[in-house]
């Protein structure tokens, strides 16, 4: 039994090595399903009592399932991923760095981040580094600097001049309002989804955002609506019954409740989409200060005047 065992554990350390470039983007969604798989089971089992209710029978294996193995597997994923996540920030601090002595002081650390985290973030790094004249470490010599194109990167590196990771964001010092928020939130390409996923190009499109936002903020707004105020009728009343997802999903003969009425499957749904709501946000950008970067330059030209 020990053979096999070592032979399957080697086969997946050589496979987890191989692919090194991605680890941050497989601990992410092997996170995210085990936990839904987690909150599932304990939903079913326990909240919803899908073990006394015979018509549900079938979904009872599958949820004790989804609970134990799910479990397991984010008791060892969760705090992985709180690693990365820890170094992602850390990364994304620097990178809206203006001040080359800090970039500097910082650089191992941006470094062994942007080296865990894999190439879209290694791309980024190398891309302030040659906006603020800084020599590429040899380890990332071979990484293309993050927006130059196969074409357009001939002309940009005899220019010596890298856009930052944050110029796909169209903002300037005037940016200090909720309307002009709302209008780079609509045209942003660097949106804080692209930059958990660095490897989806499509994400880093203006139309692409908006597709999601729209989507996102359309499920949200109907889940919650339906939830409060109730979007079905009966009787040919009035729109004050709320469609319970959950009973639905379990083939239940009444599926309307008076609202308002909350369900697990609802409020799950409606969580999820406010997050990927708020993952279409532009990165780096406040409505106090349009962006870390335009602030500390305000900063910095302040005390110039003083």
């Given at each position: 039994m020990a053979g096999p065992l070592k032979r399957l554990n080697s086969a997946l350390g050589r496979w987890w090595a191989g692919h090194k470039d991605n680890h941050f983007r497989i601990v992410s969604?092997?996170?995210?399903?085990?936990?839904?798989?987690?909150?599932?089971?304990?939903?079913?089992?326990?909240?919803?009592?899908?073990?006394?209710?015979?018509?549900?029978?079938?979904?009872?294996?599958?949820?004790?399932?989804?609970?134990?193995?799910?479990?397991?597997?984010?008791?060892?994923?969760?705090?992985?991923?709180?690693?990365?996540?820890?170094?992602?920030?850390?990364?994304?601090?620097?990178?809206?760095?203006?001040n080359r002595p800090e970039i500097l002081r910082r650089r191992k650390e941006a470094e062994n981040a942007a080296d865990m985290l894999g190439p879209g973030y290694q791309a980024q790094l190398v891309r302030l580094y040659n906006e603020m004249g800084i020599k590429v470490s040899a380890r990332f010599r071979h990484i293309r600097p993050a927006g130059a194109s196969a074409e357009a990167g001939q002309s940009e590196a005899s220019d010596g001049d890298f856009a930052e990771p944050w110029d796909g964001i169209n903002v300037d010092s005037d940016v200090n309002g909720v309307q002009s928020y709302l209008s780079v939130w609509w045209n942003t390409g660097d949106s804080r989804l692209s930059r958990q996923l660095p490897g989806a190009k499509l994400l880093r499109q203006a139309e692409t955002n908006r597709a999601v936002l729209g989507i996102s903020g359309f499920s949200a707004a109907m889940l919650l609506y339906n939830m409060v105020s109730g979007l079905a009728t009966q009787g040919g009343g009035a729109r004050e019954y709320t469609v319970d997802l959950t009973l639905m999903l379990a083939r239940d003969d009444s599926v309307y409740a008076a609202a308002p009425h909350f369900d697990g499957v609802g409020i799950l749904l409606a969580t999820t989409s406010l997050i990927l709501l708020y993952l279409t946000t532009p990165a780096g950008v406040s409505i106090s200060s349009g962006s870390r970067r335009s602030k500390s330059a305000n900063d910095s030209s302040g005390s110039e005047e003083e």
């Amino acid at each position: 039994m020990a053979g096999p065992l070592k032979r399957l554990n080697s086969a997946l350390g050589r496979w987890w090595a191989g692919h090194k470039d991605n680890h941050f983007r497989i601990v992410s969604w092997v996170t995210i399903l085990s936990m839904a798989a987690t909150i599932w089971g304990i939903l079913f089992l326990f909240i919803l009592d899908g073990t006394t209710d015979p018509t549900k029978a079938e979904w009872v294996p599958w949820s004790w399932a989804g609970l134990i193995f799910g479990g397991l597997i984010a008791f060892w994923m969760v705090p992985e991923f709180f690693v990365y996540m820890g170094q992602k920030a850390t990364l994304d601090e620097i990178l809206l760095m203006d001040n080359r002595p800090e970039i500097l002081r910082r650089r191992k650390e941006a470094e062994n981040a942007a080296d865990m985290l894999g190439p879209g973030y290694q791309a980024q790094l190398v891309r302030l580094y040659n906006e603020m004249g800084i020599k590429v470490s040899a380890r990332f010599r071979h990484i293309r600097p993050a927006g130059a194109s196969a074409e357009a990167g001939q002309s940009e590196a005899s220019d010596g001049d890298f856009a930052e990771p944050w110029d796909g964001i169209n903002v300037d010092s005037d940016v200090n309002g909720v309307q002009s928020y709302l209008s780079v939130w609509w045209n942003t390409g660097d949106s804080r989804l692209s930059r958990q996923l660095p490897g989806a190009k499509l994400l880093r499109q203006a139309e692409t955002n908006r597709a999601v936002l729209g989507i996102s903020g359309f499920s949200a707004a109907m889940l919650l609506y339906n939830m409060v105020s109730g979007l079905a009728t009966q009787g040919g009343g009035a729109r004050e019954y709320t469609v319970d997802l959950t009973l639905m999903l379990a083939r239940d003969d009444s599926v309307y409740a008076a609202a308002p009425h909350f369900d697990g499957v609802g409020i799950l749904l409606a969580t999820t989409s406010l997050i990927l709501l708020y993952l279409t946000t532009p990165a780096g950008v406040s409505i106090s200060s349009g962006s870390r970067r335009s602030k500390s330059a305000n900063d910095s030209s302040g005390s110039e005047e003083e």
